[in-house]
């Protein structure tokens, strides 16, 4: 596939392609959900599973990986996605995440990050904390949150 004459980026690369979904999750007091692993900041995602659904997926990842009780997550709307390479069992990919914001609407301290997963810490943060958390959020992750701040935050819901 060429778009303008150039090679696609999955061509380019020429690397196999793994496709995941996540969340960038609001609370009723307009906070964002925020998980430390690896030593960076981040937001919930994993695969998406075959006869799954991205937006199961993405419900389904936040769930696991945070804690929070899915019957209380609320997808409002698809964000981006975003690419990025990784690695697993010596075999770069590329990867494609399904970016979604979603609402919760449940308890704060309803968190338990999935330790086995590398996720040590788990925190709702304001928008006005963000600067503080810049440094150490991974850049796809700063950009989700950018785009979804810019073009979507303060768009009045139904």
């Not at 925020?34 to 599973?49: C, Q, T």
């Not at 804690?67 to 690419?83: C, D, F, M, R, Y």
């Amino acid at each position: 596939m060429k778009k303008n004459g150039a090679p696609c980026l999955v061509e380019a690369l020429d690397l196999p392609v793994v496709e995941s979904a996540g969340g960038l999750v609001c609370n009723d007091r307009n906070h964002i959900l925020l998980m430390f692993k690896r030593g960076k900041w981040d937001m919930p995602k994993g695969r998406i599973e075959e006869q799954t659904t991205k937006e199961a997926s993405a419900l389904r990842e936040v769930g696991e990986e945070t804690g929070l009780n899915i019957k209380k997550l609320e997808i409002q709307a698809k964000i981006v996605s975003t690419w990025h390479t990784t690695r697993h069992s010596n075999v770069r990919y590329l990867k494609k995440t399904h970016w979604y914001l979603m609402h919760y609407n449940g308890k704060d301290d309803d968190l338990e990050p999935q330790v086995e997963e590398g996720i040590i810490e788990c925190r709702w943060i304001h928008l006005s904390d963000l600067p503080e958390y810049r440094e150490l959020l991974r850049p796809r992750i700063n950009y989700v949150i950018d785009f979804w701040h810019e073009n979507m935050a303060y768009v009045p819901k139904p």
